[in-house]
């Protein structure tokens, strides 16, 4: 069997994206300790489960041998899973008073009041849903194009409790990883001071790319 056959189906190679700022830019908010191993050492973590699932999905299909099928799709769930959030998340933060923090403005602005009746209210519903979730999880902004709205979700892990055709325009990662350095068990104080490392104006381009 030629090198060509060991694989079946052209393979991505997901790669860390670099951070849009420094490891301690979203100081005092989140310390810079915390998102260095978050980034360097969680997040990388993903992006290699996720090439080797796919790899060895590839070689599963040119054995023929598919006795790990059910093992192979839940990792190829829970990497990509951690690998989507976790770009979207650091790319929907910025350091408070240079583009983060504050409040969305806009169309983002008008969708949300439209949706929750005020800015207050999503937060106050979106602070509650990232504070109840389960374990590790995320708290999620979503857009719903069937009938074009946001709604807010909770996800189990990175890939449980799924919205069907929903996208995600902005999350906070409430593993015990995300904040446990600086914040200990007091998960509410975190997700208040992450408000403040917000990058609306990217959130509000996730948005308008979303609808369309
Ligand atoms: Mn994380």
């Given at each position: 069997m030629?090198?060509e056959?060991?694989?079946?189906?052209a393979?991505t190679?997901h790669?860390l994206?670099?951070l849009?700022?420094?490891?301690d830019?979203?100081?005092p908010?989140?310390?810079k300790?915390?998102?260095?191993?978050h980034?360097?050492?969680?997040?990388?973590g993903?992006?290699?489960?996720?090439?080797?699932?796919?790899?060895?999905l590839?070689?599963?299909?040119?054995?023929?041998?598919?006795?790990?099928i059910q093992?192979l799709?839940?990792q190829?769930?829970?990497?990509?899973g951690?690998?989507?959030?976790?770009?979207?998340?650091?790319?929907?933060?910025a350091?408070?008073g240079?583009?983060?923090g504050?409040?969305?403005t806009g169309?983002?602005a008008?969708?949300?009041?439209?949706?929750?009746?005020g800015?207050?209210?999503?937060?106050n519903?979106?602070s509650?849903?990232?504070?109840?979730?389960?374990?590790?999880?995320?708290?999620?902004?979503?857009?719903?194009?069937?009938?074009?709205?946001l709604?807010?979700?909770q996800?189990?892990?990175?890939?449980?409790?799924?919205?069907?055709?929903?996208?995600p325009?902005?999350?906070?990662?409430?593993?015990?990883h995300?904040y446990?350095?600086k914040?200990q068990n007091?998960?509410?104080e975190?997700i208040?001071?992450?408000w403040?490392?917000v990058?609306?104006?990217?959130?509000?381009?996730?948005?308008?790319?979303?609808?369309?």
């Open positions: 030629s090198t056959n060991d694989s079946l189906g393979l190679k790669t994206p670099e849009p700022y420094g490891y830019a979203l100081e908010f989140l310390d300790e915390t998102m260095e191993l980034h360097s050492k969680h997040h990388q993903y992006v290699n489960g996720l090439n080797g699932a796919e790899a060895a590839a070689k599963a299909r040119a054995n023929g041998d598919f006795g790990l093992h799709s839940r190829l769930a829970f990497h990509f951690g690998h989507y959030l976790h770009s979207m998340f650091w790319a929907t933060m350091p408070n240079s583009g983060g504050g409040e969305p169309a983002l008008d969708k949300i009041n439209e949706d929750f009746g800015f207050e209210a999503f937060q519903q979106f509650a849903a990232a504070g109840a979730v389960e374990g590790s999880g995320w708290g999620l902004l979503h857009y719903r194009p069937v009938d074009n709205r709604i807010i979700c996800a189990e892990n990175q890939h449980k409790v799924a919205q069907w055709g929903a996208t325009i902005l999350g906070v990662d409430v593993w015990e995300a446990y350095l914040y007091r998960r509410p975190y208040k001071a992450w403040n490392v990058n609306w104006s990217a959130v509000a381009d996730r948005l308008k790319s979303a609808q369309g």
